[in-house]
């Protein structure tokens, strides 16, 4: 069940100082756990989880065809390129622009948002006339009932600097499962077309016969190649920042993806099983800590990875 599941999870060196674990099954809440009650209703700091944020954001204004992802940013929004050359939104948002003779040449990633993910605010104001913030708290908070607790100046960084419950980052997580729908909300908050592009390696550009990340879409991280480093033959390439201790084991799903900030701040989301699994905690090692996540969610279905010992089904 997913006690055991949990208990593995918990119990891990290789995840250790986890501070709450949360299931969401077909958008019911079937388990959580704190390592004290401090956790159950503060705010935790998300780290670059924030950046995935970010992305549905942009996703709210490209869904209603206020922003074009594919347009150069200074001549569409007068935002100065990051780079030495013309980037569009898709582009930063790929983080593809490390190159010094244009996207697609390598991948960098831009953890404290100093080297291009800094643009994407001011992109955002152009384009739509307001505020990154204001839009946030009315189209994305409001409708999802994040807590009081929720904090994040939208105004200034992408990268970091949000706060929130495990439950806020659940909710966060669903939206994504949900492909940009909500209950209760007629029109999507993010469109499905979006949320696909989200979810897909989109780090190929120009002539460029491999992705410069397979494993990178828009500001999320993706299990292109269970149990490996390299791309597919769909999306060729080697991934960046994936070294082994973070392979999800083999037989994991190919759809899983994730938000993801140092100390092992997770949102991983699984849309063969409609599940969202949250952690968060402080890790200082935290490379493991997604892959011992979904060796927890190995154990509740047997078969699903090869290299996973099995517990009994997840019932809900």
Not at 137 to 149: I, N, Q, V
Not at 213 to 231: F, H, K, R
Request: charged share 20%; glycine share 10%; net charge negative.
């Amino acid at each position: 069940r997913v006690h055991a599941a949990a208990s593995h999870i918990f119990g891990s060196r290789e995840a250790a100082q986890r501070d709450c674990l949360l299931f969401v099954k077909d958008g019911v809440l079937v388990y959580e756990s704190y390592s004290g009650a401090f956790y159950n209703d503060t705010a935790h700091a998300a780290n670059s989880v924030t950046k995935t944020l970010g992305g549905l954001l942009m996703g709210w204004a490209a869904s209603r065809g206020m922003l074009d992802l594919d347009a150069d940013i200074t001549t569409a929004y007068g935002v100065p390129s990051p780079r030495p050359y013309p980037v569009t939104t898709r582009q930063i948002m790929s983080q593809a622009i490390a190159g010094v003779n244009g996207p697609g040449e390598d991948w960098a990633y831009d953890a404290g948002g100093t080297m291009w993910l800094y643009a994407l605010p001011e992109i955002f104001r152009k384009a739509t006339g307001r505020s990154p913030s204001e839009v946030w708290r009315e189209e994305f908070a409001r409708p999802l009932g994040l807590s009081d607790t929720f904090a994040w100046d939208a105004d200034m960084s992408w990268a970091t600097g949000s706060m929130g419950t495990c439950r806020d980052f659940a909710r966060v997580g669903q939206l994504l499962l949900n492909r940009g729908q909500w209950t209760g909300v007629e029109r999507p908050i993010v469109g499905p077309d979006y949320i696909r592009q989200m979810v897909t390696p989109q780090t190929r550009y120009g002539h460029y016969a491999n992705y410069s990340n397979p494993c990178y879409g828009l500001l999320t991280w993706l299990n292109t190649d269970p149990a490996s480093d390299q791309g597919s033959a769909r999306f060729p390439g080697v991934c960046r920042m994936w070294p082994r201790s973070c392979w999800l084991p083999r037989g994991s799903s190919r759809t899983a993806y994730l938000a993801s900030g140092i100390m092992g701040q997770t949102v991983l989301v699984l849309p063969d099983r409609g599940l969202v699994v949250v952690s968060m905690g402080a890790t200082p090692d935290d490379n493991p800590v997604m892959r011992v996540l979904y060796e927890g969610i190995c154990m509740l279905y047997p078969g699903e990875c090869s290299d996973v010992v099995a517990a009994d089904p997840l019932v809900v």
